[in-house]
């Protein structure tokens, strides 16, 4: 049996596995990300999980953005002490093997697409929807990437070009609708109230929505429809057939999902368009460790 090494990297957490070609995890290990000297604490994850195990064939990297696929260098929003951090080169240095980068979200597509909720399908948009949106697409079975490694940016496609600014500095993106704060923020502002020892919080507001309180479904189906818009672009763009959602307001279930059936099934028109079919993630933290191995596979 051969193995890859697979290495999820995020703000608060950094994870690792091998992993076979069927997608079995032989061994795994996660430690929280430390606020500096992030590759004392990758390299230890990797010895823990390596050492007296069968040697790796290669690495996948998934890592939170934004990177530089050009130059192997990530900048992690939330990791101020990796700024152009020459992570693949890093990685390789320490193994001694191919390494391969791609984005967290990128790789949370290709999971998805490889052993989840997208398994089987021809190509796949994947969507983390949390505190902000972020998206991969798997076009005939393989990462859609881009030079820079910045493809699949699905949340900062704009819905509205008379839409409000978004953080990114464009106008209308789908993320200032439909993220977990934004939806919040919207709720908030028209009436919506959080019970008293409740966070405003998109937790609370599904909990609210799924109650029936009008403001909080309002706020749902006003998302629901921002991303329904987002979808069905994407879907004519590129003829995706497949849509996986996940992060932590995708856990909102049906409050979120019932409606964004009903919107798209109204945005969409064309017949490959309103064959896309929505599903919610199965791999959830998972899957990016997922794709992170099948994309070191991809390269073997
Ligand atoms: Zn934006």
């Avoid at 069927?22 to 795994?28: A, D, F, I, N, T």
């Amino acid at each position: 049996m051969t193995y890859v090494l697979a290495i999820d990297i995020g703000g608060t957490k950094l994870a690792a596995a091998l992993v076979d070609e069927e997608g079995s995890v032989l061994r795994s290990g996660t430690r929280p990300t430390p606020r500096t000297d992030v590759m004392s604490a990758l390299t230890a994850l990797i010895a823990e999980v390596t050492e007296g195990g069968p040697p790796p064939e290669a690495v996948g990297i998934g890592c939170a953005g934004p990177l530089d696929l050009a130059t192997g260098t990530v900048s992690p929003v939330n990791m101020p002490s990796w700024r152009g951090f020459p992570l693949r080169e890093e990685v390789r240095k320490l193994t001694g093997l191919p390494t391969v980068l791609a984005g967290d979200a990128q790789c949370f597509a290709l999971g998805e697409h490889w052993l989840g909720a997208g398994r089987d399908s021809a190509s796949l948009l994947g969507i983390v929807v949390s505190t902000g949106i972020g998206g991969g697409l798997v076009i005939d079975g393989m990462p859609l990437l881009g030079p820079t490694g910045n493809a699949g940016h699905v949340g900062h496609m704009s819905i509205d070009p008379n839409g409000e600014r978004c953080e990114c500095g464009g106008r209308g993106c789908v993320e200032r609708y439909s993220s977990g704060p934004n939806l919040a923020r919207w709720a908030l502002d028209n009436g919506w109230s959080p019970a008293p020892d409740e966070k405003a919080d998109a937790r609370a507001l599904a909990r609210d929505a799924a109650a029936g309180d009008p403001v909080a479904v309002a706020a749902f189906e006003r998302g629901a429809r921002a991303l329904a818009g987002m979808i069905a672009s994407t879907a004519a763009a590129v003829e995706i057939t497949t849509v996986v959602i996940g992060g932590g307001v995708s856990a909102a279930g049906k409050v979120l999902f019932d409606p964004l059936e009903r919107m798209l099934d109204d945005v969409a028109g064309l017949a490959f368009v309103r064959a896309v079919r929505v599903h919610q993630s199965t791999l959830g933290v998972h899957a990016a460790l997922a794709g992170a191995a099948r994309l070191a596979w991809q390269h073997t």
